[in-house]
């Protein structure tokens, strides 16, 4: 943590008392919303969900860094805290969980694939490393441009670094000097692969160098420590001064998704021993001891997201399915058929 | 038809006809590797090659960085080199980044080397809807290979043709795309028999004889025009359900045979209907044997577009159910 | 890191007398040559036929000789596999093609490697250890890598893959993939990169976000070399440790030799549409042929009269293997249904 215990002074980074109770209503938010998601799983009412515990940290810092109204942000499936960071809404989380017609995607993906352009949210797959190449495509419109003081967050976690299409990003944003930050949530597997077997050595922000953009690595489990790292990179690529290569330390507490069991690739143990640095609880106890909340502050946060999920699990649920006749819609500008006449 | 060594059999359903015939494989045969996204620890997520890992080791039970294209291109060049791979790959859906792999080099490996080098690589890949899969996790990809020459196309419906066919697939001298219906896995169970058996590639296998109409299907979509099929027989009406089970090289004489006896020709199947493999089924039917036809040459397939939306509403929008199936069977009978 | 070692080696001064050998003989310093002056004919003799009309098509090397020829003599005949590209005739002849069946694929005859299918210089041959390669951009490169696998799968010390590519093939995803895979299971494999800063007529610094591919190295957790290309003894010795260090199970290197392309990209490019004659004019001061022949004189390697002697011979050879394969007969159409699949071509299956 960035906390300076001994001297009783906590490294803001020019965070306010409020962003930095906003970026633990986030955690918090995201670790209640993603529990309900495998909770509605659970009792038969979802058919799949997806957790993103153990990125809380990464992903409120990083959300805090984002310019709204003007960054765009191209995610990947574990990213439903960076997106509510962004200015996406519970409700609209629900509606995605449940399918609803109402739904950004008119409940056609999956969960956690959110699209929103009002909020600048790119649209993408469940494939690996699709999105990067749009996240660099993105950036470029941008530079075409000449809007400054504008840039694109592109997230992916350790697996898709193996991608080619990550390497094939990675290389034009660099030869364009791009504002584009790529900024990678290490969290140590890829469903069942460890980072030793996806590649040979640890560390992703060395990668950087053979591109030609600066790389740093960062405590994902501190909210500051990653608003100050993504702040630095998006600062650096709104200005002018090109692509950076960012990497975020996390772990991934839960299985890959309600689909996976992970005790059959790594040990309850391991979990366990990483839960010691659960950066819901470690960032709460941060805000205490620095009397920018008192306990009943947070005891009450905590209740107020409770309240704030449960209204909107009500609300997205009491919405209806898309229709039968809207598979057809949306497919191409006018008529789908492919045959004319 | 199979030619089984042993007359008993175990029942099993198609994860467990896979995973069978994948450990026979792999033990009788130190040439036979396994590469995919989490196929070792994890042993696959559907489970098949679960435990593999641990008798066969890491160096036959490969877990690969996430990097379809150089996992059927690593896969091309073991294959070269005398070994025979089986690469995986996660979903169907994911494909896409290796095609050129499978479609400008495996495909072609043979050819462009005047027969010096050869591609014996199984790439099975799990494919279709019904599964709630979403747009990334439904596709069928046949139609996107069965127009490469070089390539073989296998879709098998039934456990025991799952253990024929890939064992075939991995005998074969040329690369093969085994693709595997998700939705079948745990939902079909049948006799599988006991023992090593190879299914030739390209014989189609006609599940239920009738006179009044041809129902040509694979994958999933066989085990339901064979349920649509029995509802007719209640009311009189005689189908013959054909099971393709190989998509290329495919089989001419079966189709044939049955609809210059039936005079009637329905295809079914759940791949988009433009360009899909009815098209080519409809032409063949059309250049060979368009006088012994009754009626027109109908498809029932997956409307044109991607498959398939994730809420529920959508999902049975695009699929054809047995209902559905027997409706259009009745029109064609009584047309 | 090896790399400033060896730069420091070349640059110091490539034309002192005291050279390095790196143990090469006389004998085998003479064999690079011949490769090098045999690439270079051969080269010319399809840009030759090809405005003739003889020919539809031809591509070139034109300083790629010295790296090409250094790597093909690290090269372990019999054991090594050979993962080239399109541009690496002086490789494919190092390792032992010949003259003869360089033409053959030129003209595409019928007993050309693969019957006058493939482009020319696509060779495939089980007795050289060449695999079959297609002209698509580093789809090359996972087969060598899983060659190697399957090397080190069998335990086959002592053999090792040497795979080739240009600069341009270092952006594909595949040339990443296959590295990252390489650099994972620890494979007996060399990526060697033969830099000549032109992708037909897209420069290095369009290629990549700074100039040095070599430097990539370390982010995939593998050594990383440079060397320089134009000097044949350099690539062989910088080729030859990485050989050694993969057969005897070492892993993975990646080798960058920086070389330059002189001639257009094929017989159907214009490369004054892109790039100026002054750029390539001062280049040509870097030829590695004259270099080394000029090595060899001044070593006493080899006299003016046998440098004369040798080039005739080299003429007569390529003189010789154009008669001969010219008028060796094409495929007949038939043959363009053979060798799809093991049994037949047609997609259809049944009793005819």
């Known amino acids: 943590m960035s906390t300076d215990t001994k001297a009783g002074t906590l490294e803001r980074h020019g965070l306010n008392d409020d962003q930095l109770r906003a970026m633990l209503r986030n955690m918090l938010l995201q670790r209640q919303l993603d529990n309900r998601g495998f909770q509605l799983n659970r009792q038969g009412k979802v058919p799949f969900a997806l957790g993103s515990e153990g990125h809380e940290a990464l992903q409120a810092g990083a959300a805090m860094a984002f310019d709204r109204g003007k960054d765009i942000l191209a995610p990947y499936y574990r990213d439903l805290g960076l997106c509510l960071g962004i200015g996406l809404t519970p409700y609209e989380i629900m509606l995605s969980i449940f399918a609803r017609e109402s739904d950004h995607n008119g409940g056609r993906q999956f969960p956690n694939h959110y699209s929103s352009k009002a909020i600048g949210l790119m649209s993408f797959s469940s494939v690996l490393a699709a999105h990067l190449p749009h996240a660099v495509g993105a950036a470029y419109a941008i530079a075409y441009r000449e809007q400054a003081g504008r840039a694109v967050l592109a997230t992916c976690g350790d697996g898709t670094t193996s991608e080619g299409e990550w390497h094939e990003s990675m290389n034009f944003a660099a030869i364009h000097k791009l504002p584009f930050v790529m900024l990678v949530e290490n969290n140590e597997w890829a469903i069942s692969t460890p980072l030793s077997r996806q590649m040979a050595q640890p560390e992703i922000w060395k990668r950087a160098a053979g591109y030609g953009m600066p790389g740093r690595r960062f405590n994902g489990f501190d909210p500051i420590e990653t608003y100050a790292a993504v702040k630095e990179a998006m600062d650096r690529a709104r200005s002018g001064g090109g692509p950076s290569l960012i990497e975020g330390i996390c772990y991934r507490y839960l299985a890959h998704s309600t689909d996976d069991n992970d005790l059959t690739y790594r040990t309850r143990e391991e979990v366990l021993e990483r839960r010691k640095q659960d950066p819901v609880p470690a960032f709460e106890a941060v805000l205490v001891e620095h009397g920018v909340m008192t306990p009943q502050e947070v005891d009450a946060m905590r209740k107020d997201v409770l309240r704030e999920t449960n209204e909107a699990t009500d609300a997205a649920e009491a919405q209806p399915y898309p229709k039968p006749a809207d598979l057809y819609t949306n497919l191409y500008e006018g008529a789908w058929q492919p045959w004319q006449s | ?335 | 890191m090896r790399v400033v070692g060896l730069v420091a080696v070349q640059h110091r001064d490539p034309s002192a007398s005291s050279f390095g050998r790196h143990g090469l003989s006389d004998q085998q310093l003479l064999a690079i040559f011949r490769t090098m002056l045999m690439h270079r004919t051969l080269e010319n003799r399809g840009f030759q036929l090809n405005r003739q009309g003889k020919i539809p098509f031809a591509s070139a090397g034109e300083g790629h000789e010295a790296v090409q020829a250094g790597a093909a003599m690290a090269f372990a005949r019999g054991k090594d596999i050979l993962v080239p590209y399109y541009r690496d005739l002086g490789l494919d002849l190092g390792i032992g093609l010949t003259p003869y069946e360089v033409l053959l694929s030129l003209f595409a005859r019928a007993a050309d490697h693969s019957a006058g299918r493939q482009f020319p210089h696509h060779y495939a041959s089980r007795r050289l250890g060449v695999q079959t390669i297609s002209s698509v951009i580093a789809a090359q490169l996972p087969h060598a890598v899983g060659a190697a696998y399957a090397l080190h799968y069998r335990g086959e010390r002592g053999r090792a893959v040497l795979t080739t590519f240009g600069d341009g093939a270092t952006s594909e995803g595949e040339w990443h993939e296959s590295v990252n895979f390489a650099a994972v299971h620890r494979l007996p494999i060399i990526f060697l990169c033969e830099n000549n800063e032109w992708a037909i007529s897209t420069p290095l610094a369009k290629q990549m976000g700074q100039p040095d591919v070599y430097k990539r190295a370390e982010g995939y957790g593998l050594p990383g070399v440079v060397v320089d290309g134009m000097d044949a003894i350099a690539c062989y010795a910088a080729v030859k440790e990485a050989l050694e260090r993969a057969r005897s199970g070492g892993g993975p290197t990646l080798v960058e030799a920086k070389c330059y392309r002189f001639l257009a990209h094929t017989t159907d490019d214009d490369d004054r549409t892109y790039r100026s004659r002054e750029e390539v004019e001062a280049r040509r001061k870097d030829d590695p042929v004259p270099r080394f022949e000029r090595l060899l004189l001044d070593e006493s390697i080899l006299t003016e009269e046998g440098m004369e002697a040798l080039k005739r011979s080299i003429r007569e050879e390529v003189d010789e293997a154009t008669d001969r394969a010219e008028v060796m007969a094409y495929a007949p159409a038939e043959d363009l249904y053979r060798d799809v699949y093991a049994d037949g071509w047609q997609p259809w299956r049944g009793e005819e």
């Open chain 2, 1 to 335: 038809m199979a030619v089984v060594s042993n007359t008993s059999s175990t029942v099993m359903n198609n994860v467990e006809a896979v995973r069978a015939t994948l450990y026979e494989a792999m033990r009788n045969d130190d040439r036979t590797v396994i590469l995919g996204e989490d196929v070792g620890a994890r042993g696959n997520v559907f489970l098949i090659t679960k435990d593999f890992i641990k008798e066969f080791g890491p160096e036959r039970v490969i877990d690969t960085p996430i990097a379809e294209a150089s996992i059927v291109g690593i896969a091309v060049g073991m294959a070269m080199e005398g070994l025979r791979p089986i690469a995986e790959i996660q979903f169907a859906d994911f494909i896409y980044p290796s095609f050129n792999q499978i479609v400008g080099e495996a495909a072609k490996t043979r050819y462009r080397s005047n027969g010096e080098y050869t591609c014996p690589l199984v790439i099975r890949a799990p494919y279709g809807g019904g599964v709630r899969g979403a747009l990334s996790h439904s596709v069928s990809v046949e139609a996107l290979f069965y127009h490469v020459p070089g390539l073989k196309i296998v879709a098998p419906s039934f456990p025991a043709d799952v253990k024929g066919l890939l064992n075939a697939a991995i005998d074969d001298p040329d690369p093969v795309l085994f693709l595997e219906h998700k939705k079948t896995y745990r939902l079909i169970k049948g006799e599988v028999p006991d023992g090593h058996y190879t299914i030739p590639l390209g014989k189609a296998n006609v599940l239920k004889e009738g006179t009044q109409l041809t129902a040509v299907s694979y994958g999933l979509y066989v085990h339901w025009a064979l349920e649509a099929a029995a509802q007719l027989q209640e009311s009189g009406l005689s189908v013959e359900v054909i099971d393709l089970r190989s998509i290329r090289p495919m089989d001419k004489t079966t189709i044939l045979r049955s609809v210059e006896k039936t005079r009637k020709l329905l295809i079914i199947h759940e791949d988009n209907k433009f360009g899909g493999v009815g098209a080519e089924i409809s032409a063949m039917v059309a250049e060979e044997a368009l006088f012994h036809l009754d009626a027109p040459i109908r498809r029932l397939a997956g409307p044109d577009v991607p498959p398939m939306g994730y809420a529920l509403p959508l999902e049975e929008e695009f699929m054809s159910s047995p209902a559905e199936m027997a409706q259009a069977m009745r029109e064609l009978v009584e047309f």
